[in-house]
Structures are given as C-alpha cells and as structure tokens.
C-alpha cells in the first residue's frame, strides 16, 4: 500500500523560498498522478498543483501560478513544490496526495479524487 512521506515547510519571510517534497512508497507510485494541497486555520482545503504520473503535465492554482513549481524524481519515488516569492496568504499546512489516474485531470484541484494523503506540513510566511 502506497505510503505518502513528507519534508520541508518551515518558517520563511515574505519574498522567500521553499522546498517541500513528498516521498512514495510503493510500486503503484509509479501510475499515480501526485497533487498538493493547503489548508489554513479556518479556510477550506484548496488545491495548489498536481503532476501527472510520468511528470509531463502539471496544473496551478492561479494563486500559485508562476510563483510555485511541480517536479517528480520518479528514479527518487519523489515529488518536490518549489515555493518562491513566498506571500503571508501562503500560510497554511501543505498535504500531498495521490490519485490512481496517470493523469491529473480536470478534477485536479478536488481533494475528494485523491485516495492517499501525507502527513502535512506547516508552511508560515511571517516578518
């Protein structure tokens, strides 16, 4: 059974960067298109990016977009978001997750499509 591991996160200033990754466990990885996800206090679950099982396609939130970067190692079983320009609304504990399609879909951004869940991560962006 897929096992979803993560890493990163941390206390970081406006304008920084950081690099969460979200490590897989199991054979099915390898067909599992792989989202993030944020949840701040008292605000739904909202969905951040997704990339598609061989790493060839990727979606954003526009939140995101153009500040945050999806890749996967699949040779590393892992995933990574690079966050730049990071913003105080960032905020937020950060979750991977799994979904048995190849592909992200168009349904990308509903956590419901997801089957496996990390553990979260908090992410704070304070001065």
């Known amino acids: 059974q897929l096992h979803l591991v993560q890493s990163g996160g941390g206390l970081v200033h406006p304008g920084g960067s950081l690099r969460l990754s979200c490590a897989g466990s199991d054979i099915t990885w390898y067909s599992d298109s792989i989202g993030w996800f944020r949840q701040a206090p008292g605000r739904e679950r909202e969905g951040v990016s997704c990339i598609s099982a061989n790493g060839e396609t990727t979606e954003y939130s526009q939140s995101v977009e153009g500040r945050f970067t999806i890749s996967r190692d699949n040779a590393g079983n892992t995933v990574y978001l690079e966050m730049t320009n990071l913003r105080s609304e960032d905020t937020a504990i950060y979750y991977c997750?799994?979904?048995?399609?190849?592909?992200?879909?168009?349904?990308?951004?509903?956590?419901?499509?997801?089957?496996?869940w990390g553990q979260g991560t908090p992410v704070t962006v304070s001065s």
């Open positions: 997750a799994a979904q048995s399609f190849v592909l992200c879909g168009v349904n990308w951004d509903e956590s419901r499509e997801y089957d496996v």
